[in-house]
């Protein structure tokens, strides 16, 4: 395990980023973690190998500012996880277009203008590790409520499949990471936005809300510290996959996803094979 690998982590201040940063200063890492609170971050640790930062994910003079200051203090970026997001319930009716671009400004934009930053550093070591923390519900979109964080989640993962392409010519490798139910504070109220004018004819949308907030919230199956773990192990082979999924249920639904489309293929291949030219 090389532990001298600097890592720059967003969304460190609380769930899977938070429990990623504790695991890596406590391996002997070099860490720079992002949020919106700086003092959240100082509430993790203050060892010279620590560097807290204020970021604001929307705008990309902080991320520059970001990078420039830990490329000062630790002269490279190894690793780099683009954590920071949250969820979004609504339908899509119901969702303001302020309510959906905001979704995609934190989970898409913001890992777009991180990613951007940092590639120069990485091209010029000719080295990289990209981790971009996606969901299953970045590859199955069935959930009634959640189609705006769906889709920035499905953007996540084709920006993704483009970027590994790209940039494997200068030894950096990408990873989609796709959890499932994990237990964090990601279902609460400062992690999940939820519509501010929600519309009653939604029932099912309403049912699936519920259920997230009261009864899926602190029941989650899977273990955090487990999750953050096999990221860090990950990092250090010399193939990563391009898809790593997270999780017993994100496995079993991304199993469903692939049956469905198999058979859908199948079902309309006559339709499907018949649109050449004659």
Known sequence: MDNKKVWFVTGASKGLGRSL??????????????????????????????????????NENSIQAAVKETISRFGRIDVLVNNAGYGQV???????????????????????????????QMRAQQSGQIFNISSIAGFTGGFPGFGIYCATKFAVDGLSESLAAEVKPFG??????????????????????????????YEAVRATQHAHQ???NGNQ?????????????????????LHLFLGED?????????????AELEQWKEVTVGTAIA
Not at 98 to 111: I, K, P, Q, T, Y
Not at 224 to 229: G, L, N, Q, R
Not at 250 to 262: M, S, T
């Open 172 to 201: 950096i490798s990408v990873t989609i990471v796709s959890p499932g139910y994990f237990r964090t504070d990601f279902l609460t109220s400062g992690s999940l936005g939820v519509p501010a004018n929600p519309l009653a004819a």
């Open 221 to 241: 199956p899977g273990d955090p510290e487990k999750a953050v773990a096999a990221i860090i192990d990950i990092a250090d082979m010399e193939n990563a996959p």
């Open 21 to 58: 940063v504790k695991q890596l200063l406590g391996k002997g890492y070099k860490v720079a973690a992002t949020s919106r609170s700086i003092e959240d971050l100082r509430k993790i640790a203050t060892d010279e190998d620590f560097l807290p930062l204020a970021v604001d994910l929307k």
């Open 250 to 262: 994100a496995y079993n639904l991304a199993y469903q996803k692939i049956a469905a489309l198999e």
């Open 214 to 216: 009261e009864e899926i």
């Open 90 to 120: 609504g339908s899509i009716e119901e969702l303001s277009d302020a309510e959906s671009r905001s979704n995609f400004d934190v989970n898409v934009f913001g890992l777009l203008n991180v990613t951007r930053n940092i590639l120069p």
